[in-house]
């Protein structure tokens, strides 16, 4: 019987939580699968301001004998400034449970106008694999000659051959059950030492993979082909501040940023691996009841994936696809163009199930 | 007299160059301005075979001399690595000549199709202002247990006062003869140390400017807003990496890309300005004849600008535009939709002037 941590955390995370758990349960039992749900009310601005920090201190054990998490949203920054709310638990689970992949699929969903003009469902299918647990996301560095004219402040990129590495691996995996193609996103004509040693890491697993076609671009030139050329990229591997970059905007080419979902993933089953959508807490529209739940669902569905109950995945990923292909606007949300709610809306995949 | 230093390089910025020369030759001498140029071949594949470097030594009395350089591409990854090219030339010049601002205009044109649905010429007009000698591209840095399993790749972005706060303090004098915005590109939420300090030299700077509007976006997100709302954005103040993917990402969403400028500018007049198209030097469609050449005219149309003829520089926009609003097929070149060339399309223009 797998065990979920259910951290709902802030803003529309708490508000679309619900309808993920929901329809987790849903799918599972149906295949007789029986999930355990757990709920935790830490990594929120709530638990920040009662005790003075994101996490219990024994967060690491506690969370650390679930199967996996499913993760709503953690921002605040009217209580907690977001480097502290981040830094003091997602990147934490990241770091900490090891969970050195960051998936995240893009692809133009039925009912989903693209942004892209000429662009509709079945054009666009590719995945980002993210490294997820070092490169520009590092704390090492400073501030030198502070309050002076001399100022600096410096920061260390980090790319371990472990690191970087098994990340590869992972993504030429992917690729395998796909179209067996990976592009590799650079900047080594800019980023001189530690961007060419990533061309260098990425060329010696090509050489691992022959079966794989593979491809590198520039950063820079990758985001306009994005624009361009979607249609182009099959498995897209990047490093953490790259893949961040790649996997916000290939769901803005698709149109599916508000839905879209992300896996954190520990691939050697050590420490739990967490889902979560792509979308924030966005405290902008929180306390309305009109966020977007299907970015909450879909992430449920990579989990029961990962958790090796596939068939229950592909089912939630067909209920959301039929109920946006119905494009009833009374149950859409105003996001995908409707007039509905997140009530409306989550039910209605859960009902489609 | 004006003198300009022309550099056309490698693959297509030498059959785009003359066109470029040409129109500032001819819109300058209309308006009796006469201007000196003088022809190099250094920072180029030839040159480098020849010499084994891309430039020679007293490079920086030769070209410190000139009131501007006008630039065409550089980069032959068949006969010299990316790294040993643009480090060897493009880059060095940059640093050098302190040309701290890098400046990318992106606006949809006349006859030209945006890939965003919906977006027509009118729509999006925005200004990337990218700072050009620090930040991520920094040459501190190296590689530790070569070889071995604990093999890691180290390297500083280093973000000084003196260099974060003269390319904001361009930024917002650039907003004022706008429409009054800059909006700061940050990634303070997971780079820890140099983004949060990026961010409040922006503050900083916002305090001086009370009579400009300001935001902030992580880059993520932002690539993603380039893509749905590129209409929010009027001055987009950014660090050299960002600054690089915005300025290629900008032109991609206006549909650009192929015929968009760059100034390198040296604020203070001690070194010459560098005016350089966006495209590369396209090794894949060079010795065509069919590269496009407005980017080239447009960055003489901009170094004309910053020598101060003004009036100069809008005739040569005028004439790229009305070429373009023309759409005459015979004349274009393919890469926006003709059959002419690179003469058919350069002539154009110069005619239209
Ligand atoms: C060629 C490369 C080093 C350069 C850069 O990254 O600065 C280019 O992409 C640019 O934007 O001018
Ligand atoms: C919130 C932020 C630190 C995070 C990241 O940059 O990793 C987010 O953008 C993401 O992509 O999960």
């Given at each position: 019987?797998?065990?979920?941590?259910?951290?709902?955390g802030?803003?529309?995370?708490?508000?679309?939580?619900?309808?993920?758990?929901?329809?987790?349960?849903?799918?599972?039992?149906?295949?007789?699968?029986?999930?355990?749900?757990?709920?935790?009310?830490?990594?929120?601005?709530?638990?920040?301001?009662?005790?003075?920090?994101?996490?219990?201190?024994?967060?690491?054990?506690?969370?650390?004998?679930?199967?996996?998490?499913l993760?709503?949203?953690?921002?605040?920054?009217?209580?907690?400034?977001?480097?502290?709310?981040?830094?003091g638990?997602l990147?934490?689970?990241?770091?900490?449970?090891?969970?050195y992949?960051?998936?995240?699929?893009?692809?133009?969903?039925?009912?989903?106008?693209s942004?892209?003009r000429?662009?509709?469902?079945?054009?666009?299918?590719f995945?980002?694999?993210?490294?997820?647990?070092?490169?520009?996301?590092?704390?090492?560095?400073?501030?030198?000659f502070?309050g002076?004219?001399?100022?600096?402040?410096?920061?260390?990129?980090?790319?371990?051959?472990?690191?970087?590495?098994?990340v590869?691996?992972?993504?030429?995996?992917?690729?395998?059950?796909?179209?067996?193609?990976?592009?590799?996103?650079?900047?080594?004509?800019?980023?001189?030492?530690?961007?060419?040693?990533?061309?260098?890491?990425f060329?010696?697993?090509?050489?691992?993979?022959?079966?794989?076609?593979?491809?590198?671009?520039?950063?820079?030139?990758?985001?306009?082909?994005?624009?361009?050329?979607p249609?182009?990229?099959?498995?897209?591997?990047?490093?953490?501040?790259?893949?961040?970059?790649?996997?916000?905007?290939?769901?803005?080419?698709t149109?599916?940023?508000?839905?879209?979902?992300?896996?954190n993933i520990?691939?050697?089953?050590?420490?739990?691996?967490?889902?979560?959508?792509?979308?924030g807490?966005?405290?902008?529209?929180?306390?309305?009841?009109?966020?977007?739940?299907?970015?909450?669902?879909?992430?449920?569905?990579?989990?029961?994936d990962?958790?090796?109950?596939?068939?229950?995945?592909?089912?939630?990923?067909?209920?959301?696809?039929?109920?946006?292909?119905?494009?009833?606007?009374?149950?859409?949300?105003p996001?995908v163009?409707?007039?509905?709610n997140?009530?409306?809306?989550?039910?209605?995949?859960?009902?489609?199930?």
């Open positions: 019987m797998p065990t979920i941590a259910v951290i709902p802030d803003g529309i995370g708490k508000e679309v939580m619900p309808f993920g758990v929901q329809a987790v349960d849903v799918a599972a039992r149906r295949h007789g699968l029986d999930v355990e749900f757990d709920h935790f009310d830490f990594a929120s601005a709530e638990y920040y301001q009662e005790h003075g920090r994101m996490l219990p201190e024994d967060w690491k054990t506690v969370l650390g004998s679930y199967d996996a998490i993760f709503g949203a953690v921002g605040c920054p009217a209580v907690v400034p977001d480097h502290v709310s981040l830094w638990s990147l934490q689970f990241r770091r900490h449970f090891d969970q992949v960051n998936l995240r699929p893009c692809r133009i969903l039925p009912g989903i106008t942004p892209l000429d662009k509709g469902p079945g054009d666009v299918d995945l980002v694999v993210r490294e997820n647990t070092e490169g520009e996301y590092s704390n090492s560095g400073g501030i030198m502070e002076t004219q001399r100022e600096f402040a410096m920061q260390e990129t980090v790319m371990t051959r472990v690191g970087v590495d098994r590869m691996e992972y993504a030429f995996d992917q690729a395998m059950k796909r179209r067996r193609k990976v592009t590799s996103a650079t900047k080594s004509n800019g980023i001189s030492i530690t961007m060419p040693y990533w061309d260098r890491r060329s010696a697993a090509a050489v691992r993979h022959p079966e794989v076609e593979t491809d590198q671009f520039h950063i820079d030139i990758l985001t306009a082909h994005f624009v361009q050329h249609e182009w990229f099959d498995v897209v591997v990047a490093s953490n501040l790259f893949g961040d970059i790649l996997s916000d905007l290939g769901p803005a080419c149109g599916t940023i508000g839905v879209a979902p992300s896996a520990n691939p050697t089953g050590e420490f739990p691996s967490l889902f979560e959508p792509v979308h807490s966005a405290p902008d529209i929180a306390g309305q009841g009109i966020a977007n739940p299907i970015g909450q669902i879909w992430s449920g569905a990579m989990m029961l990962h958790l090796g109950a596939e068939d229950c995945g592909k089912e939630i990923e067909a209920a959301i696809e039929s109920v946006l292909r119905a494009a009833d606007t009374a149950v859409l949300t996001d163009g409707g007039t509905g997140t009530e409306t809306l989550g039910r209605a995949v859960i009902e489609a199930l």
